[in-house]
């Protein structure tokens, strides 16, 4: 059973700084692009980050210069740097892997952000 978990999220005051991490665990014997999801109170999930499995990566206007998505293929991981949070960046964050040919999500980790 293939499974993605999220960790890293918390609370933090704006300007500060939160770097999310997103295992995948199980039989995996492919690993595709993967990602990062939000979703604020009352709004619909968007994207965040999208990186290739060759490193390509792509942001949402809002948040480049600020986060940076990398990943570790040797460890099944997937990160995202967060820096200079803004209040707005509040949200439930999202992992999303393309592993075994199929599209997974984690169960989601919570980021607030304090004026």
């Known amino acids: 059973q293939v499974q993605l978990v999220e960790s890293g999220g918390g609370s933090v005051q704006a300007g500060g700084s939160l770097r999310l991490s997103c295992a995948a665990s199980?039989?995996?014997?492919?690993?595709?692009?993967m990602g990062w999801y939000r979703q604020a109170p009352g709004k619909q999930r968007e994207l965040v980050a999208t990186i290739t499995s060759s490193g390509g990566t792509n942001y949402a206007d809002s948040v480049k210069g600020r986060f940076s998505i990398s990943r570790d293929n040797a460890k099944s991981t997937l990160y995202l740097q967060m820096n200079t949070l803004k209040p707005e960046d509040t949200a439930v964050y999202y992992c999303?892997?393309?592993?075994?040919?199929?599209?997974?999500w984690g169960q989601g980790t919570q980021v607030t952000v304090s004026s």
């Open positions: 199980g039989t995996i014997f492919s690993i595709g692009a």
């Open positions: 999303n892997g393309f592993l075994n040919l199929r599209v997974y």
